[in-house]
């Protein structure tokens, strides 16, 4: 029996050959390095298990973690995705498209349901299979690209600013590299949790991030926020350019500060700046609370509600094609995203 597919155009069902034997374009990797390690090659497309959804991929996003994998540095990431070469030969993690086909034991989705979340198989390819709970329907009138680019950024913007941080109303949040794929969900996400938001940015993306609602921002070329005087109740410092004592100069006498760059050592890249914070939390008022994002389908359904009320909005800085997505890696790897980087499939 075949699989049906709707296009990326429009709802009509189009046939597509069972899936074994047949094969598909995707991105694989077979060791670590530089993008120039990813190669654009034709493998078989994956059958669906128990509890497993077939995507054709309409896009899929890409961010800092995908760099970390590709290049295997820190050499700390190895020991979970392998020691001596990536164990998952297609990169990414992010995705939205179409169901193409379900597992047994699904129920909840069907063929032509437009879907997105995250896959642990790879997702820069036509197909992904995808576990059913890892998946949520796409907000009505939501791109397949804006959706694609939610789930790892939004979800880690929301739990640091609603579990680590417990933002509320009234309060003031200050997020560095506001422009980039956390920040400016971090930023949108704050705002409605009814914070008072200052954003951190580069003078390039001074209007951008005012536009996603920040009350104030601080052009870093021009002004150092932590000699500014000014004290926040939470920070999300996603670019930790400062000293971490620098950094808590800015914050309140009980306020929060999140170290959430990834950056680091080559070996052990953030654990060194992760231990520093939690040992001085143990010596002072202040919160110091790194933290590692966990994909969940209800922050996912929270984030869909958010995106459909206006509440938020996905930032694109660059769409490339699939068989680009050596650049698009080399791009985020260079550390100056607005916003999101999605490849189209």
């Known amino acids: 029996m075949g699989i049906e597919q709707r296009s990326n155009a429009g709802p009509r069902p189009v046939p597509v050959a069972d899936p074994a034997g047949a094969t598909m374009r995707a991105v694989v990797q077979h060791r670590y390095g530089p993008p120039s390690v990813l190669e654009s090659s034709e493998v078989g497309i994956p059958v669906p298990g128990r509890g497993e959804v077939l995507v054709r991929v309409g896009a899929a996003s890409v961010h800092p973690g995908d760099v970390f994998v590709m ?181 309140a006498p009980t306020g929060t500060l999140i170290p959430n760059s990834g950056r680091g050592g080559r070996w052990l890249g953030p654990i060194g700046r992760i231990v520093a914070a939690r040992v001085r939390s143990g010596f002072t008022r202040q919160r110091l609370k790194p933290f590692t994002s966990v994909e969940k389908r209800q922050d996912l359904l929270t984030l869909a509600d958010l995106l459909r009320t206006g509440k938020v909005r996905p930032v694109i800085d660059r769409t490339y094609s699939l068989d680009r997505a050596p650049d698009a890696l080399r791009y985020v790897g260079a550390g100056h995203t607005r916003g999101k980087v999605v490849i189209t499939v």
């Open 71 to 251: 290049t295997g540095e820190p050499y700390v990431v190895r020991l979970v995705f392998g020691l001596r070469r990536p164990r998952q030969g297609i990169p990414g993690r992010d995705l939205a498209g179409v169901v193409a086909a379900v597992g047994k034991d699904v129920t909840a989705l069907r063929p032509g349901d437009e879907v997105f979340g995250w896959s642990t198989t790879g997702t820069l390819a036509e197909y992904a299979c995808v576990p059913a709970d890892h998946l949520v329907p796409v907000p009505a009138g939501l791109s397949v690209a804006d959706a694609a680019a939610v789930p790892t950024s939004a979800m880690t913007a929301l739990q640091a600013m609603r579990d680590v941080a417990n933002v509320r109303p009234g309060q003031t949040v200050l997020v560095t590299g506001a422009s980039g794929g956390v920040g400016s969900f971090a930023v949108q996400i704050a705002k409605a949790f009814g914070a008072e938001v200052t954003g951190v940015c580069s003078t390039r993306n001074v209007e951008s991030v005012r536009a996603l609602g920040a009350d104030h921002v601080v052009d870093y070329t021009r002004t150092d926020f932590t000699r500014a005087g000014k004290r926040y109740d939470v920070i999300l410092d996603n670019v930790e350019a400062h000293p971490l004592a620098a950094v808590r100069r800015a914050l």
